[in-house]
Structure formats: C-alpha cells, structure tokens
C-alpha cells in the first residue's frame, strides 16, 4: 500500500507558540478581533485562520482535527463532544425531511436507535440491510436514499462492510458513504476504498484511556465547512463541542495509536485462535473461519492487525454472566460496556450496548443470549491470561469436554 495513516501522525508538525514540543491549549471560549470588518468576514465563513466562538472551531480542535484526518486520508475533519455528537449532526446535515436512509442492521446501539426512534420525527426513514449483501443493499436504494451508512467492523458481530463494493454503489446513485470506523482505526481506512465520511467515536481505540467520550467526522473541506455553517451547520447549532483541554489530551494519546492497537490485535488474535481450538464459537476477523476474513484482508493496512475485538457465544446470558464476573474477579479484565482501553473490558451486547434493539431483531441478526463482546487489552503476557480465561471456562463448564 502506498500510504501510511500512522506515519502522516507523525509527520505533522505542532510547535507550541512558545516552541513547546505540544501544542498550546487555547483557553478561550471567544476570541478578540482587531476589526470589525474581519468578525462580520469570519461570521460569513470568510476569515480563514480566524477564531470566532469556540463551539464553532478553536485551536486545540483543529490541531485533533487535522490529525485525525491526516490518519484517515481525508482534507480535514471536525472533532465533536462524543461519537454520537459525530454521527447525529452528519445524518442530519445531510438529510431532509423525506429522505431515505439504507443502514447495515448490525451497527451500535445507540445509532440504531437515532436511526429507528429519533429521525423518523423529522420524516427520514431507514432501511436496515444485511450490508454484507451488496445486491440487498442496492436494492433498499429509493430516489429519496441519500446515505449508506455502515461501520466498517460492526457492533458487535464484527461483520465487515466491503467499503469498495458500498462506495461503487453509493456512486451509482449518487448518494453519500457513511462509515463508523470506530471498532478497526488505522487497520482500516474507509476513505482510501471510497467513502465520503468517516467517522469516530474517539472514546474507543483512539483515545484508549477510558478518560472519555468523544468524535470526529472526517470528510472534505467543503463538508466540514456545511456542518460548522453559522447558519445552517448541524454541528454549529446542535452544539455538541468538544471541549479544548480534552482535545490537548485525546491528541497526546492518538500518537501511540499505531503501537496500541499492533498489540491489542496481537493479543486478540492469539486469544481468538486458542478460543477456537478450544471449540467455542469464536467470531474474529483475523481467523480464517470468519465469514469476511478474505474481504478484511484485502482492506487491511497488514501491519495493524485485525484490530482488538472479538466475540465468543457461551449458550446462554446466565453462563456470559457468570464467566464475566469470575474472570473480572482473577483481574483478567472488566465487566463493562466501550473498549479500546489497556485492561480487556468484556460485556453481554444483547443485554447492554444493543439492547435498544428488539429482541426479535436480534434474533435475525445473530445476536444471541450467550454472545460475550470482548475488547482485548495490551496484556504483557497474553499466554497467562488465555491460560487463566481458560481455566474460568473449565470450572464453569464451558469448554466442551471433547475438546479440551
Ligand atoms: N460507534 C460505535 C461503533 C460505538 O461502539 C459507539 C459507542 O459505543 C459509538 C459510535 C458512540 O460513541 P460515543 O459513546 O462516544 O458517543
């Protein structure tokens, strides 16, 4: 592949104003002009380099942004408050009442339920496909669908959207890509095959210190600049602003992204390989079992991984439960929703993070009782936390007696 998305991190250059090796915070919720003239300009969008209110834009955002979107490969990006302060504004912004959306039906939660409860008050309507099928997909295309929207690795069955195949599509007719790549940073680059928007909830990976939420859209110039509008910009008016202190803070730990997650994919494929030969049904992009592993391969940047997550089905909430609580007692993690943090988190999707979902649909999509979603930490020594998950499934049952 010719390109680098770590290595553009590290070839920004910031110098703080006093030559410090971080950039300054900018501590300013407003900015002074010398004349009156260059705030009515920067108010009409045509003041560049100027700050004017920093829900609109600030230094320590911009600096985030344009890393983040030196990462993914797109002109520039808007950090935001949350993920879902990312996500909501973009289908906002690039929805009128009337338009149709075509969704993967395995996405997170919460955006599921924005697309299934909240959007259709204001008349846009969703379909939600199997997005591994890209003739479903076309077909859900009305002459009011003005979004795809997919994650790249879904939560949480990990499915994998051939983001080439969506974006092809969405090119045909005209419509935009939208891909959450929340659960795959740096082994995936959705705009690099073809999507217009992507996005982040920064909470996970990228940031990885479990200290906070947070977003980014990463799009064109001419985007970007729509959903900062003064005027009619979603992400101006619905104000979800990511505040300058934590941006100062989410930048210093996206320069050891490229490290974190060689390691979380190291680990989580060593686990999901053990798993498997343990004879529990294991979902994994990086084994050879999963359904796309083909399809990750040739999207991948190699020397990231399959990135830290994966799943196993124990049969039942009740055994997911107990297994949870006894490997959060060994400390082999914990019991608790988001990931991409150094300790391995683990929690039952169905009845947390996708339980806006109805039970029904849960059904259809795959998602079952006993599925348990693990995040897979930096462990130092991945062989002793297998050995001791291990022995947590033995005493519990969980290992099939065949096969152990
Ligand atoms: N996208 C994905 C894939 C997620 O897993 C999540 C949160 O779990 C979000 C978006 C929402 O992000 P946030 O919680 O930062 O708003």
Redesign the pocket.
């Known amino acids: 592949m010719a390109f680098k998305p770590a290595n553009n991190i590290q070839d920004l250059q910031y110098f703080g104003e006093f030559g410090g090796v971080n950039p300054s915070i900018s501590d300013s919720s407003t900015y002074t002009f010398l004349s009156a003239k260059t705030m009515f300009d920067t108010f009409e969008g045509n003041a560049d380099g100027c700050y004017l209110y920093s829900r609109h834009s600030s230094p320590s955002n911009l600096y985030l942004g344009e890393a983040l979107a030196a990462m993914e490969g797109t002109e520039t990006a808007n950090v935001s408050a949350?993920?879902?302060?990312a996500?909501t504004p973009t289908l906002m912004q690039l929805c009128d009442a009337g338009d149709h959306i075509v969704s993967s039906r395995t996405?997170?939660g919460?955006?599921y339920a924005f697309l299934k409860n909240f959007t259709p008050r204001f008349n846009i309507e969703t379909s939600f496909v199997d997005i591994t099928k890209l003739d479903v997909v076309e077909a859900s295309i009305t002459k009011n669908t003005k979004v795809i929207f997919c994650?790249s690795v879904s939560?949480p069955l990990l499915e994998v959207a051939d983001i080439k195949g969506l974006a092809e599509i969405a090119k045909r007719h005209n419509i935009t890509l939208v891909v959450?790549n929340?659960?795959s940073p740096l082994s995936i680059s959705p705009a690099k095959l073809g999507a217009d928007i992507v996005i982040h909830?920064?909470?996970?990976f990228i940031n990885g210190s479990s200290d906070t939420?947070?977003?980014v859209v990463c799009g064109t110039q001419e985007f970007i600049d729509a959903l900062r509008n003064v005027n009619d910009g979603a992400s101006m008016l619905l104000g979800s602003t990511m505040d300058s202190l934590r941006s100062a803070s989410v930048l210093k730990n996206l320069r050891t992204l490229h490290i974190r997650m060689q390691q979380h994919s190291l680990n989580a494929s060593y686990l999901a390989e053990k798993f498997e030969q343990d004879g529990l049904k294991t979902v994994y992009p990086g084994l050879a079992s999963h359904p796309s592993h083909d399809l990750f391969k040739s999207m991948m940047n190699e020397k990231y991984g399959f990135g830290g997550m994966l799943t196993i089905d124990v049969g039942s909430l009740d055994k997911a439960n107990e297994l949870m609580e006894m490997m959060q007692k060994k400390n082999l993690g914990y019991l608790a929703?988001?990931?991409g943090f150094y300790k391995t988190l683990f929690s039952a999707p169905g009845s947390s993070?996708s339980s806006e979902i109805p039970e029904e649909e849960q059904e259809a999509m795959g998602l079952s009782d006993g599925l348990i979603r693990f995040s897979i930490g930096l462990d130092a020594d991945i062989e002793r936390t297998y050995q001791m998950m291990r022995e947590c499934m033995e005493s519990l049952n969980i290992l099939k007696a065949e096969m152990v």
């Open positions: 949350s993920g879902m302060g996500i996405i997170y919460g955006t994650e939560n959450d929340t659960f909830s920064l909470t996970k939420v947070g977003g929703v988001s990931l993070t």
